[in-house]
C-alpha cells in the first residue's frame, strides 16, 4: 500500500516536448507539494496544494503548471521540456500546513 | 537570510562505527527542526521531529539533538550498519507561512 506515489519512476524525452508526472497519496492528506532534486541533492519547493487551492507558488518557469483534480492527486505539467529541467521531481503530501511530509519515491526526468 | 547548512557533505565510516551529522540553520521564526533520511533513488523518510523546548530525541539507533540559542542540531547514529548508508537531510520550518527549508544533505557511506 503505498503512501505517495508517482508515475512514472523514470522518464526521457527530447527538448521541446511536454510531458506529465502524476501523484497520488492515499493518506487523506490535505496538502500536496512538488519538490525538484538538483544534482547537488538540494531539495527545492515549486508548488503546493492545500484542498485543491494553490497555496505555494514558487519562482518556477510558467511551463510548469501542477493541477489537482482532487485533493489526492497533484499532477505536473512541464511544456517545452529544456536541457535544465533534469532532475528528480518529487512528490509530498501532509496533514496539512506545518506538519511533516511524506514523500514519494520520486520521478527521474532525463531530457536529451 | 533564512538558510540551512549541514556538514559534513559526505562521510565514510566502518561499520559499527558511531557517526554524527551536524546542521545550523538561520531560519527565523523557528517553528520545528526534522532530519530525514533518503536513501539511493528514494524520497526522504522522517527520523525525528524537534520543537523549540526539546533538546534531544531518539529514534533507535539515531538521536537529534537541538540547542535553540546557537541554532544547531545533530544526529548521532550508533552501532552504524550498511544500511544507514543514505543522505540526511536537515528541514527547518518557519511559524508563519508554512516555509519550509532543506540543508544540502550529508551523503553517510557505511562500509564493511
Known amino acids: 500500500d503505498t503512501a505517495v506515489s508517482q508515475t512514472p519512476k523514470y522518464l526521457v524525452t527530447q527538448m521541446g516536448n511536454d510531458k506529465s508526472i502524476k501523484c497520488e497519496q492515499n493518506?487523506?492528506?490535505?496538502?500536496m507539494y512538488w519538490y525538484k532534486q538538483d544534482s547537488k541533492k538540494f531539495l527545492k519547493i515549486m508548488f503546493s496544494?492545500?484542498?485543491?487551492?494553490?497555496?505555494i507558488n514558487e519562482t518556477v518557469p510558467n511551463r510548469f503548471s501542477p493541477k489537482s483534480p482532487d485533493k489526492a492527486h497533484l499532477n505536473l505539467h512541464i511544456n517545452s521540456l529544456e536541457l535544465g529541467d533534469s532532475a528528480v521531481y518529487f512528490c509530498?503530501?501532509?496533514?496539512?500546513?506545518?506538519?511533516?511530509?511524506?514523500f514519494g519515491s520520486g520521478t527521474r526526468l532525463t531530457v536529451v | 537570510k533564512n538558510q540551512v547548512e549541514q556538514s559534513p557533505q559526505s562521510l565514510i565510516i566502518l561499520e559499527g562505527k558511531n557517526c554524527t551529522l551536524q546542521?545550523?540553520?538561520?531560519?527565523?521564526?523557528?517553528?520545528?527542526l526534522r532530519w530525514y533520511k533518503q536513501d539511493t533513488g528514494r524520497g526522504p523518510v522522517s527520523l525525528t521531529i524537534?520543537?523549540?523546548?526539546?533538546n534531544t530525541k531518539s529514534n533507535g539507533r539515531y538521536t537529534a539533538t537541538l540547542d535553540a540559542d546557537t541554532k544547531q542540531s545533530s544526529l548521532h547514529i550508533t552501532a552504524s550498519q550498511l544500511s544507514d548508508s543514505a543522505s540526511y537531510i536537515c528541514?527547518?520550518?518557519?511559524?508563519?507561512?508554512?516555509?519550509?527549508?532543506f540543508g544540502t544533505g550529508t551523503s553517510l557511506t557505511v562500509i564493511p
Open positions: 496544494y492545500n484542498n485543491k487551492e494553490l497555496i
Open positions: 546542521c545550523n540553520y538561520t531560519v527565523s521564526p523557528f517553528s520545528n
Open positions: 528541514v527547518v520550518s518557519t511559524k508563519t507561512g508554512n516555509q519550509f527549508y
Open positions: 493518506l487523506g492528506h490535505d496538502t
Open positions: 509530498a503530501s501532509s496533514r496539512g500546513l506545518g506538519y511533516g511530509y511524506t
Open positions: 524537534m520543537t523549540f523546548s526539546e
